[in-house]
């Protein structure tokens, strides 16, 4: 049992870029305030609908790899429904447009 965790916590970390590959961007509040525009609800409001980190929404807003990109966010975005704070790893569902689309 333990070699096959340490198994796959070597895959996991031959997977990772290295740290120098690694980007930390901060976000201000203008870019929080496009990514929170794109929040229907929160696990706060919404336990059952919500499917993603709050970080998903970072990524496509910013156009970074989610692979190599983590985020400091200057002021956490709120939730439009609840108004609870929303920070990187807040549980979200996504705005979607006509068509099925994520806004």
């Given at each position: 049992m333990?070699q096959?965790?340490?198994?796959?916590?070597?895959?996991?970390?031959?997977?990772?870029?290295p740290p120098?590959?690694?980007v930390?961007?901060?976000?201000n509040?203008?870019?929080v305030?496009r990514a929170?525009?794109?929040i229907?609800?929160?696990?706060?409001?919404?336990?059952?609908?919500v499917e993603?980190?709050?970080?998903?929404?970072?990524?496509?807003v910013t156009?970074?790899?989610?692979?190599?990109?983590?985020y400091i966010i200057e002021?956490?975005?709120?939730c439009?429904?609840?108004?609870y704070?929303?920070?990187?790893?807040t549980?979200?569902?996504?705005?979607?447009k006509?068509?099925?689309?994520?806004?």
């Open positions: 333990v096959a965790a340490s198994k796959l916590l070597f895959k996991e970390l031959v997977r990772r870029p120098e590959h690694h930390v961007l901060v976000i509040g203008a870019t305030r929170e525009s794109l229907e609800s929160c696990e706060h409001c919404n336990e059952d609908g993603f980190p709050f970080l998903v929404i970072l990524d496509r156009r970074s790899d989610p692979k190599v990109t983590d002021t956490p975005a709120r439009p429904r609840c108004l704070e929303v920070f990187e790893k549980l979200v569902e996504p705005s979607v006509k068509g099925g689309r994520i806004a």
